[in-house]
């Protein structure tokens, strides 16, 4: 295939969509392909722009007679602008709200009316946000407009399919670099940080919006360390950190809990941890628990929306939605067994390289590509 022109729009703020539009944006780039982002900042994990990695940021203007500053016109006009001047093949539209729906504004503005339109769907873009009857009618439209529709998970193919009334999307499931997330990035010294006097080490990783109940994540902790000395890492930031803070202090844990907020590093937190706990209560995927997975980490969580495709074969385990007892004892179970923990974290290792290697996906886009192009 020849190098192709790929512009990406996605979210910047930390969140699974917009973190795996930016590696795979990465992964394409190492293939050749010159990837142009168009968001509104720098992605979250695109930490360089390299020779064939471009950013072009969107701007709002505000103005007194419009309540709010209009993004997705904003976008539309900036993806234009970028689809004439790099002479752009693709838009990748990660989320169908906002950005497929301006790509199709800015298919027609430009002069490149060949320019082709693939959307990716992440989950709460067609299983929340776009069933509320305010965005239905243009989250079908942008959908069925799009040259190419690709979800991350069987389930959110199914949902979406039936929800919107349209063809079953192209499955691509989210992906891992297991080379950065890796159990050999593990460091006693980085664990004894956080996890003192041999106190098991557990973490939750989200952008804590109300759908991922990190309050959840807080009582079942609550659980685990009446049985078992251990502490808890919060990575993220969001609206429902606050809320999660106090519930902690009104516990007692405010000592045993760490709130780090956002962090690049990542994946150090990810190694140095005996548990990853997940509470969501709509995950169409769960990239956290698939970085977690390849760090050597398992996985528990709810059993909701697309987990059970990527939490399998030993990886972890997941309950029933909101039952916190049961899922605290299941970790304290995993917990106070060295051996089950240790197999448990080689068959989470396992999953992630052997199903949801980055090469595996990329090269599944690019195929994807193609067969876009040549219709």
């Known amino acids: ?96 709200i906002p950005h497929a729906v301006s790509a199709f504004l800015a298919k027609q503005i430009t002069k490149k009316r060949d320019i082709k339109i693939v959307t990716t769907l992440h989950g709460t873009d067609t299983s929340l946000v776009g069933l509320h009857p305010c965005y239905y009618g243009i989250t079908k439209f942008a959908i069925e407009t799009a040259d190419g529709v690709t979800a991350v998970s069987k389930w959110l193919a199914e949902q979406s399919a039936n929800d919107f009334h349209i ?12 080379t950065r997330f890796s159990p050999q990035k593990y460091s006693t010294n980085y664990k004894q940080i956080f996890a003192k006097n041999d106190e098991k080490l557990l973490v939750h990783v989200s952008n804590m919006r109300p759908v991922k109940r990190i309050c959840d994540i807080i009582r079942i902790f609550n659980e685990i360390q009446k049985n078992i000395p251990a502490h808890l890492c919060m990575v993220g930031e969001g ?25 690049l590093k990542i994946e150090n937190i990810y190694a140095a941890a005996d ?12 990239l956290a628990a698939l970085e977690a997975m390849s760090s050597g980490t398992p996985v528990y969580a709810y059993d909701i929306g697309g987990l059970n495709e990527v939490i399998r074969n030993g990886s972890g385990e997941l309950s029933p939605f909101k039952d916190i007892s049961l899922m605290a004892n299941k ?39 193609q067969s876009i192009m040549e219709k």
């Open 1 to 96: 295939m020849k190098p192709l022109n790929i512009a990406i729009s996605c979210f910047a703020s930390i969140g699974g969509s917009g973190v795996v539009a930016t590696e795979l944006g990465k992964g394409l780039s190492k293939h050749g392909h010159n990837i142009h982002f168009v968001c509104a900042d720098i992605p979250y994990r695109l930490e360089d722009l390299t020779e064939n990695i471009y950013f072009h940021q969107v701007q709002t203007f505000p103005y007194p007679a419009i309540s709010t500053p209009q993004y997705d016109l904003a976008l539309a006009s900036r993806m234009a602008e970028v689809i004439d001047a790099e002479n752009i093949d693709i838009v990748h539209c990660h989320y169908a």
């Open 331 to 369: 970790i304290i179970k995993i917990l106070s067994d060295d051996n089950k923990l240790l197999k448990a974290k080689e068959a989470a290792r396992k999953v992630a390289i052997d199903i949801y290697d980055e090469d595996i996906s990329i090269k599944r886009y690019l195929d994807y590509y």
């Open 275 to 286: 548990i990853f706990i997940l509470a969501s209560e709509q995950e169409s995927f769960g």
């Open 239 to 263: 609206p429902d950190r606050k809320a999660a803070e106090e519930l902690a202090y009104n516990l007692n844990l405010s000592e045993k809990i760490s709130f780090l907020g956002a962090t």
């Open 167 to 178: 063809p079953y999307p192209t499955v691509i499931p989210n992906f891992v670099n297991t």
